[in-house]
């Protein structure tokens, strides 16, 4: 057993895997590019969804290595995104209350923030980890 930190998980991308004819899983590893065309092609028309598979193993070491482990968990943060996004519970749980309260009372800044948390989720949570591991004194 290998003693790495984890910023991702592989069960937590096969579970968003289930919803990646919409791009859930590309935008958790990161990949916001293809996940934005997976959402207008419903997954490059299923084909690059059954593809995707047998991606996830290597998409996950590739966001485990490009993202910071800290406080604030990332699969928590994008199941909260994935599912109650438009509340703003995601924004909240990693501490950014104010957005979370306006994104409660507008359904997600009318959708485009949900957009725009799908495209930076992963960068957010990486900087207020970073903070966090500097005022630990980690880095």
């Known amino acids: 057993m290998t003693n790495e930190k984890t910023t991702h998980s592989v069960l937590m991308g096969y579970f968003l895997w289930i919803f990646g004819f919409i791009g859930a899983h590309r935008f958790y590893y990161g990949r916001q590019i293809t996940g934005t065309i997976w959402f207008c092609t419903l997954g490059l ?3 690059g969804w059954i593809v995707d598979l047998f991606l996830i193993p290597s998409m996950n070491r590739d ?3 490009r993202f910071i482990e800290g406080p604030v968990d990332y699969n928590v943060a994008w199941l909260l995104l994935t599912f109650l996004g438009v509340f703003g519970i995601h924004r909240m749980y990693y501490g ?5 309260l306006v994104y ?3 359904l997600g800044l009318f959708g485009v923030g949900i957009i725009y948390d799908f ?3 992963n960068s957010q949570i990486s900087l207020i980890n970073h903070a966090a591991g500097r ?3 980690v880095y």
């Open 96 to 100: 950014r209350w104010i957005t979370g």
């Open 135 to 137: 005022q630990a004194g």
């Open 119 to 121: 495209w930076t989720l």
């Open 104 to 106: 409660l009372l507008t």
């Open 45 to 47: 028309f299923l084909i």
């Open 63 to 65: 966001a485990d290595f």
